[in-house]
Structure formats: C-alpha cells, structure tokens
C-alpha cells in the first residue's frame, strides 16, 4: 500500500498513534530509521465558564515527511525524492511503544555508529 510517498505491507487504522520507518537513499544505499506521530493532539482554551483545556486530535503532516535528519533532507533535495524510498517498518498504538521499537531497531542495526546510516549521535 503506497500512502504519499510511504510504502507500508499492512493496514493502517484510525487508532495507531504513529510508526517507525526506514529511508533508504537508493543511490548510496545510505539509511535512516526514526519515528513519527500519525496524530498530534492540540490543546485548546476551555469553554467559557469551564476550567479544563480541551483537547484536539489531528492528523499530522506525516504523509509528506522526509525525516528529521538535516543531512537526509539535503540529500533528499539534492538528489530528488524518487531517489529515495520511504518505507514504514511498524505501526505503533501509543507514544511509549513508537519511542521503543524505534531505539530498538537503531540499537540492533548499531545505526548510531555505522556510516551506512544518516542516524548520528
């Protein structure tokens, strides 16, 4: 299933919260693995006359991003987005379970060592 320019092998329903993804520079084979929140919640000012803030969901701006590296975006400018691929590795429920899988991936693959990925210390 093709989402923007994401490519995911499962279904993606209203209540995962976000995903960990890989993008790949086709022409190096140069990585990166991170997160990103499908929702945002926004707090607003509570109704007149009542005392707790009110609290949006929506959709995040996750079907056109292109990681958070500066160095992949350069790349990604440079090098054109069809270069690239985006692919989402899994779905997360809840922020604590997104944060998890992302570190341990990074941590399994040594991402934060290796040249081979855009991931830094």
Known sequence: MNIGHWTYNGKITPDCYGFVYEIKNNLTNTKYIGKKQIQKVLKRAPLKGKKNKRHVIKESDWKDYTGSSNL??????????????????????????????????????????????????
């Open 72 to 121: 992949l975006n350069e790349h990604i400018s440079e090098c054109g987005k069809e270069n690239f691929s985006f692919t989402i590795l899994r779905m997360c429920y809840n922020k604590w379970e997104m944060s998890y899988y992302e570190a341990e991936l990074q941590f399994k693959l040594g991402v934060l060592l290796s040249n081979d990925y855009y991931n830094g210390i």
